[in-house]
C-alpha cells in the first residue's frame, strides 16, 4: 500500500523476485507454452507472494486471442444440458479455454441478437447448444474468423459443424423394439417441431414402424416441456382408445408422461403402457421410473465437440463433416420387453 492506494503489480516484478526474464512469466501463464518446471515453480511462488494475477484481457490483445468460447443454450430444464454443459466447460478448461454462458429464450428458432451479443466479447468460438442460427448469421460468424459448432442439433448450412447423436436410427430402434414387444396402438409425444433432434427422432420412428406394418396410432406435442408433456398425456390417454406404447421424444417429457399414467389416470407402467424416452439422464435410471430410453452419449459428444472446435481456432482447419454419435437403447423397466430381445 502507498498512500492508501493498492500498487498494482507488474509481471517485471514478478520477473524480479523470481530472478527470471519477463518472457519466462509470461510463458507460465501462457496455456500450452513450454517452461520448466523448476521456473514455473519459481514464478508461480514470487506472483503469490506479490499478489499478482495476469491480465488476461491485456494479452488478449497482443495476441488477438481471448481463449473464451461462448456457449449458447436455449433451456436447461432437461437434464441432459447441465451435464453436457459442465462436460463442456471442463474440457475447455483443460485445454487453456474459458466459457462465457449466454441464454436464448427456450423454444427459439433464431437467436441472431444472442450471438451479436457473443460476438462482442471477441470470442475466439462459439458453441450452440440445442439451438439453431441463421444462415446469415452464420456467415457473419464466419468473415469474422470465429468458427460455430452446434452441438445436439444439425443444420445443413455451410461452414458450421454440428455435433449430434444418431436421432433417427436412435427412433427407428425404439419402433422396432415396440413392436418385437407386440405392442398395436403406438403413440408419439412430439417435442418441440422447430428442432432437428424432434424431426429425426419422429422420422426414424415413423420410417421404423412402417417397416413394421405399423403406423402411429396417436401422436401430441409437449415441446420438450414439463407441463405441455402433462396436458399431452392427459388428452392421449383419457380416451378409450388408448395408446398401449408410447415413444416420448425426451426423458423430461416422458418423467411427465409416466406421472399422469399411473399417478392420475391409474395405469400400470408397463403393464398397460410401455413408456419409452431418449436421452438417458440420471433419473431414467431411477427406480422410481427405470425409464427404458435411447442413450445420447455425451462424453463423445463433448470430446468431439471440442476437437472440432479447437481444430478450426487453433489449426485452422477446414469445415468438418456433421459428427454423428451413435446412441444405444438402453431396456430397463418401463416397457415391455420382447422375449429374447437384443439389442
Known sequence: ???????????????????????????????????????????????????????????????????????????????????????????????????????????????????????DYQVDGIIAASVALSSDLATRCRAAGVPVVLFNRSQDIAGVASVSSDNY????????????????????????????????????????LAEGGQGLHARAVGDFHHDRARAAARAMFSGPDRPDAVFVANDHMAFAVMDVLRFELGLAVPGDVSVVGFDDVPPAAWPAYALTTVRQRANLMVERTVEVLLAQIEDGAADAPPSVIPAPLVVRGSARVPEGWTT
Open 1 to 119: 500500500m502507498d498512500g492508501g492506494l493498492m500498487v498494482k503489480v507488474s509481471a517485471q516484478d514478478v520477473a524480479d523476485r523470481a530472478g527470471v526474464s519477463r518472457s519466462a512469466v509470461s510463458r507460465v501463464f501462457t496455456p500450452g507454452a513450454s517452461v520448466s518446471a523448476k521456473t514455473a515453480e519459481k514464478v508461480r511462488r514470487a506472483a503469490a507472494e506479490l499478489g499478482y494475477r495476469p491480465n488476461v484481457l491485456a494479452r488478449s490483445l497482443i495476441t488477438g486471442r481471448s481463449r473464451i468460447i461462448g456457449l449458447v443454450v436455449a433451456y436447461l430444464e432437461n437434464y441432459f444440458y447441465p451435464e453436457a454443459l459442465e462436460k463442456l466447460s471442463n474440457a475447455l478448461q483443460a485445454r487453456g479455454y474459458h466459457v462465457l454462458v449466454f441464454m436464448a429464450s427456450q423454444t427459439a428458432g433464431n437467436i441472431d441478437e444472442v450471438l451479436e451479443e457473443i460476438l
Open 169 to 208: 436410427r436412435g427412433g427407428a430402434e425404439v419402433a422396432r423394439f415396440l413392436l418385437a414387444g407386440g405392442h398395436a396402438r403406438i403413440g408419439y409425444i412430439a417435442g418441440w417441431e422447430g428442432a432437428s433432434t424432434q424431426r429425426d427422432r419422429e422420422a426414424g420412428f415413423r420410417d421404423g
